[in-house]
């Protein structure tokens, strides 16, 4: 009996030891998730906490709600002058197209009329109106207004305008040049009946058709018939370098340009209002023209630069440049050869990369020029990453401001999709006994249906026939409405504080947007910064860094900057008076079209091989206009606000000073940089 009672004493007590250790348990597990709970609680709060004060933004992809939110509010009158400034040695330059010697004015007993047809996009139309103001001076004739093609009725354009009012401003356009040539909007009732029956002759004059041709050709012609026409295809119709005898005509090309080739009031009241919307976020902005167009692609062969579908329509139009006669080269060439050589774009991945390296922040305000951008958004998703303000007209205008632009229109069929016609039984049956030789064990499978999405996209007709089908009426329709959408980019881009091209003066012999845009410039601010960049070096440079393009070494980028700092001054001056001006005149309209104020430092005259002027030569300005400049600086506002600009200098800009060199042998340096710092500088954006 004891020992039984011994037995249940201690199993009574190890129950109750059981017991007490699952209390025990159980009170600790409670503790440990108490603390872990409370542990929880700090850690969101702390991060709460680290989100609301710290100075990393997140971002939010909204064109113009990334703009309002992420602008500093400070820089309504700061400017960095190393990113925004002016250069100063060309600030003595002055817009001066005036005539400077013995000039008559036109007679109205002339030699007859020039008609001409234009064709090309907005930048071939507005050096083709200049030459022909020439001619019609050196001719001494009387210019029918011309007709452009791209905006003709024909095109489904707006009933309340013809060709050329269509683009710009008739009334204005006729009383600028009416020292200068006689201007009338038709030709006489008389001779109207002749051009119907085509009684005149035309003429197909290229853009290096010199005076002489037309002195010799055209000129007996036109005294014969008292009318002429010209089919003008080119993008001018008279050379660029002329005479320096003919200086008069390359100012009267200033004018033309300059002066009295005004946009429709339309065009320019929505343009002003695009500038004036960037000025209000209180910074300044950047216009960028990416310069991919696919006539240009496709003539230097850089087709492999993109991807799908694009190669192919790029390696289409070669063939057909090479069909017509245009282009005499192989079909496939080597683009990533044809890159190194600068004759393809840079692509906005390039660009942006190299803004950066230049100290551009990601906030800085981007315009994004052009009406066609060939790659579409997919190629322009890297730039977009590195700079969120990336804007163009869309972002900037409603759509109701556009169509006002537009004005009002004849509807078209919004649905032009048609199915192919179904086969009928007698075509199946054909098809089965030309299917092969049997035994056929199944009938060959139908044809793959054509889904609605291949059919809509411009480019869709490559996919299923060999040839580019004609244009339909609303395509026509768009080459009008790109007229409009390049000339409110235009005026954004002769405004901008900076301007960047991604393509110009590509050798083509044709005039690009970016180059005029980069002519009118150097003409009314030569002190613009306005970067001149060559490609070729530039593609040394990216193959150097091109295993670690997104984190470049110092090296690198203090070669970038010191690159492109060449180039908004004289370098780049001399540069583009080499290659652009021999395309158009207007893209380099130096020293013919500008004077220069005395002051301390005189430039050296830079001469080419051939004896031409590529850098300075320019005029002394005439008294009134040095007495006007004189007066303006004297202004106090002006000076303390130039003052205020070089002392003050944005939060954003501040580490952008003088930085410390680099071991040329490791190029490691001791501070370091902004741009290796970016968290968006993602290689995998």
Not at 227 to 255: F, N
Request: glycine share 6%.
């Amino acid at each position: 009996m004891k020992w039984v009672g011994f037995v249940t004493e201690s199993g009574s007590s190890i129950l109750k030891s059981n017991v007490w250790a699952k209390m025990i348990f159980k009170s600790n597990i409670k503790w440990v998730a108490l603390i872990g709970l409370i542990l929880s609680l700090f850690s969101l709060l702390l991060h709460l906490l680290l989100a609301k004060f710290s100075n990393v933004s997140l971002v939010e992809y909204s064109a113009l709600t990334v703009l309002q939110e992420g602008l500093h509010p400070k820089l309504g009158t700061q400017r960095h002058k190393k990113l925004w400034g002016v250069v100063k040695p060309l600030e003595s330059l002055q817009p001066y197209a005036n005539p400077r010697s013995s000039y008559p004015v036109p007679n109205e007993k002339n030699n007859g009329f020039i008609y001409a047809k234009i064709y090309g996009g907005f930048e071939r139309i507005r050096p083709l109106i200049c030459d022909l103001v020439a001619i019609s001076r050196l001719l001494n004739a009387t210019l029918v207004i011309p007709e452009i093609q791209q905006s003709t009725r024909s095109k489904g354009i707006s009933y309340k305008f013809k060709s050329f009012s269509y683009l710009y401003n008739e009334e204005q356009f006729i009383a600028s040049l009416k020292n200068d040539i006689i201007i009338v909007k038709s030709l006489p009732e008389k001779l109207k009946l002749g051009r119907r029956n085509n009684e005149y002759p035309t003429f197909r004059p290229k853009s290096s058709s010199s005076p002489s041709f037309y002195i010799k050709e055209i000129l007996p012609n036109l005294k014969k018939f008292k009318v002429i026409g010209l089919i003008l295809t080119d993008g001018g119709c008279l050379q660029s370098i002329l005479p320096p005898s003919m200086s008069e005509y390359q100012r009267l090309r200033c004018r033309v340009a300059f002066q009295a080739l005004h946009f429709r009031p339309e065009i320019q009241v929505l343009g002003r209002r695009m500038v004036e919307r960037l000025r209000d976020w209180g910074q300044p902005f950047l216009a960028f023209h990416p310069g991919l167009v696919r006539d240009t692609l496709a003539y230097h062969g850089c087709a492999e630069l993109f991807q799908d579908v694009h190669t192919e329509l790029i390696q289409y139009r070669r063939a057909q440049l090479i069909k017509q006669g245009i282009l005499k080269e192989e079909l496939s060439v080597d683009s990533h050869l044809r890159k190194e050589k600068g004759l393809c774009p840079l692509m906005p991945e390039e660009v942006g990369i190299l803004l950066r390296a230049m100290g551009y922040p990601p906030k800085t305000i981007i315009y994004l020029a052009g009406s066609e951008t060939f790659g579409g958004q997919r190629v322009l998703i890297p730039l977009r990453a590195m700079f969120t303000n990336l804007v163009d007209r869309t972002s900037l205008c409603s759509s109701q401001e556009l169509l006002d632009l537009v004005g009002p229109e004849t509807p078209l069929p919004l649905d032009t999709f048609k199915f192919p016609p179904a086969k009928t039984e007698e075509q199946l049956k054909e098809e089965w006994k030309k299917a092969g030789p049997r035994p056929r064990p199944l009938p060959p499978p139908p044809d793959r249906p054509i889904y609605r999405h291949e059919k809509e996209g411009w480019y869709g007709w490559i996919t299923e026939t060999e040839t580019e089908p004609n244009p339909s009426p609303m395509d026509l329709r768009m080459e009008a409405h790109r007229l409009l959408w390049d000339a409110l980019d235009y005026i954004v881009s002769v405004e901008a504080d900076a301007f960047f091209p991604g393509f110009n003066n590509d050798g083509n012999g044709w005039p690009d947007f970016s180059s005029l845009v980069m002519g009118q410039r150097l003409f009314e601010n030569p002190s613009s910064r306005t970067y001149r960049p060559d490609r070729k070096i530039l593609a040394d440079l990216f193959n150097i860094t091109r295993e670690n393009m997104y984190h470049p070494k110092h090296n690198w980028t203090l070669s970038v900057q010191e690159l492109f700092n060449e180039s908004i001054g004289q370098a780049g001056l001399i540069r583009e008076s080499l290659y652009s001006k021999p395309t158009s005149f207007l893209s380099h309209p130096l020293p013919e079209c500008s004077c220069r104020i005395p002051s301390d430092e005189v430039p050296a005259q830079v001469t080419g091989k051939d004896g031409r002027l590529l850098y300075g030569g320019e005029d002394t300005c005439p008294e009134w206009m040095q007495r006007g400049m004189e007066m303006l600086k004297a202004e106090p506002g002006v000076t303390e606000k130039s003052k205020a600009e070089e002392v003050e200098l944005p939060e954003y800009e501040a580490d952008l000073d003088e930085q410390p060199e680099t071991d040329e042998t490791s190029g490691n340096t001791n501070t370091t940089l902004q741009f290796d710092e970016d968290e968006e500088m993602d290689p995998n954006d």
